[in-house]
């Protein structure tokens, strides 16, 4: 009984209405192997808060064929898989060194081997703790190996605080050899460490000046996810250093996943905000933002599974971003640098 209603459930699964713009690409997804799952269980033990507000169906083990099935749905043709093996590098959950270093690979490797055998459907970035031992021999490996297009670093994961001037240092470094490497960078900066304009213009002028031309994407629009004044801040700041044309600004964009979808009653600087403007009124502040600096520097990213399947995801975006039919049409368009047909890997 349960079973055939399952099965029904799964042939009747509704798909995006197919007279809305689908995006051509989504730029911000997860797929996960059993070893991770193991490690999120241990981190959310370590440190609860981070889960806040994020679906259960993060832990999961998800595949590549997973991935291109939410696309389907989605009428998508290209998905962006970010491995979380950077996850290993999590500092709170105790680990060998060289432990942390296999499973980092071996994650990776998950990620790289799904897109391998997507047929062009997906790009693998691999993910890295910049901070930690193997950061740079797990770059130069990578380099090296068909199938990854690129590296993910979740900064707030791997303890980044843009006041620590030995980690700036760290950082700059792995721009550039990310930048000489060829490999883009899409980079969530925020969640470790006090998050304000100025922060955002260390990292700025002292790491991302460092990838040159290398193509890198901002995650969660400049934030980590929701809309505070923080976040506004840190778009202001990207916005006046692509105007000036700042140097990492060549072919820096920034994908929008979980920024219009997440309630910022949940973000963990919540309790200390002081923030009194409503969720739709900081929607339409940041859609201002977004068109001063130009659609073309923004693209669409679901961030799947942390909050609906793709499909649901995106119908739901058009709802809650405040943009005209033709923008959103013109940000379905939209691909990241290293999407585009000119973008060549060494
Ligand atoms: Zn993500």
Redesign the pocket.
Known sequence: MIRSALLALALLAPAASPAQEAPRADH?M?IQSRLITDQLRAMQAADPAIFDGISVDLFTERSGADAVRELDRAGIDKGVL?SVGYMFGFSAVPMEPAVRAERMRAENRYNVDAALASKGRLVAFVGINPFAPNALGELDYWANQPGASGIKLHLGNSGFDTANAEQVDTLGRFFAAARKARLPLVV?LRGAAPFSGASVNIFIDKILAQAGDLPVQI?HGGGYAGIDQPTLEALDAYGAAIARGAPGTANLVLDI?AVMQFDPAKLPDAKTSTETRSYEEMRGLYVAGMRRIGLDRFVLAS?WP?LAPVAEYFAREREMLPVTDAEWKQLCGNLAPYLRPGWQQP
């Open positions: 911000h997860h970010l969530h995650a996943s961030d942390a």
